[in-house]
């Protein structure tokens, strides 16, 4: 540690991927040093990969924050979408570590919002309300994160983690019924999560192509234990790419549904929360936000019956920052510690 520092360990921790860095809990702003991205796959377990990136930056804090894609509500953390799981106090044991925080992924990034500047969102629509709550956050990756912010800051920001993205899906229209009955034949019910998330894209993608729900090993030539359809599945950064080339029709018909849906639920999560604004983070949609301003996103969102005068004075914006996940993970045990 370098002269007057107290470093801080800060993770974002996701199913694919696991981040880190290093926050001087003194310092006046949240800045993040030494970040770095560890591919989950490289590791046997949460324990593993912090030991490896603490290794590498050659640091040994003795206070972290750990922002993980799970409900956070007892000891045992088990992640939805990656086969890892501990114990709050074993880690913290096996770590050295004097204090650990573990907040929810998305809870992260609603606790980033107040730390965040205007060059690290692009604006979609609606008024400039992001000065105070309730802030609706919500955004695909590996799975569909929702968080609730509120309070202001004059009177303190807090936060709310949920796990609104495995509500139901509700479809609208025919081609929607037909991704929710395909989607519930192959996985045995369809949540919101399922359709806004990577694979998502890919089982979209596969119903517009015409593969079938349940493909038979036999029929394919798989053996046991194996999976026939993930081999029809294509990968969902292709489909955006090829969305964008304009030259896939499949493809342009995914990436236009995944936005109509993305807006239903953006709206819903408005009259859920009583929120003034919607934050949409995650690692995909910044990939198309011009094609997202331009689908069906905002139709959707408005879509509410007798609301849509409520929801055209929403604030609706897209994070760009790199890391928001790092920055609400640092912003949050600042607060944490500075309570103590």
Not at 7 to 35: E, H, I, K, P
Not at 104 to 112: K, L, Y
Request: aromatic share 6%; hydrophobic share 45%.
């Amino acid at each position: 540690m370098s002269g007057g520092e107290r470093l801080a360990l800060v993770g974002d921790v996701g199913g694919t991927n696991a981040r880190f860095a290093l926050v001087d809990l003194d310092a006046v702003d949240c800045t993040l040093q030494q970040a770095q991205t560890l591919h989950n796959d490289d590791f046997a377990s949460l324990q593993h990969a912090i030991e490896s990136y603490l290794t590498a930056v050659g640091q040994r804090p003795k206070h972290a924050a750990i922002a993980v894609a799970s409900p956070v509500s007892a000891d045992e953390i088990r992640l939805t979408n990656r086969a890892w799981s501990f114990s709050q106090r074993e880690l913290q044991a096996s770590l050295g570590l004097d204090a650990l925080h573990v907040i929810n992924d998305f809870g992260a990034i609603a606790w980033a919002i107040p730390t965040l500047k205007p060059q690290d969102y692009v604006r979609l629509f609606g008024p400039d309300n992001i000065d105070h709550g309730p802030i609706s956050v919500l955004g695909p990756g590996t799975g569909l994160g929702v968080a609730l912010l509120v309070g202001d800051a004059a009177k303190g920001w807090n936060v709310v983690a949920t796990e609104g993205g495995h509500v139901s899906f509700a479809p609208v229209g025919d081609e929607e019924r037909m991704i929710e009955q395909w989607m519930t034949a192959r996985h045995g019910r369809t949540s919101t999560e399922r359709v806004l998330c990577g694979k998502g894209i890919s089982e979209i993608d596969a119903v517009y192509r015409g593969v079938p729900a349940v493909v038979s090993n036999v029929a394919l030539g798989v053996g046991p234990g194996e999976s026939g359809l993930h081999g029809s599945l294509r990968d969902p950064a292709d489909i955006v790419a090829a969305a964008l080339d304009g030259h896939d029709l499949a493809a342009r018909q995914t990436l236009a549904r995944f936005c109509s849906v993305l807006g239903s639920v953006a709206g819903d999560c408005v009259l859920i929360h009583g929120a003034h604004s919607v934050v949409i983070a995650g690692g995909i949609v910044p990939r198309f936000i011009p094609f997202l301003r331009s689908s069906a996103f905002r139709e959707r969102f408005l879509m509410k019956g007798r609301y849509v005068a409520y929801l055209e004075r929403i604030d609706v914006r897209v994070i760009i920052h790199p890391n928001p996940g790092l920055l609400g993970a640092a912003t949050a045990i600042r607060s944490f510690e500075n309570k103590q």
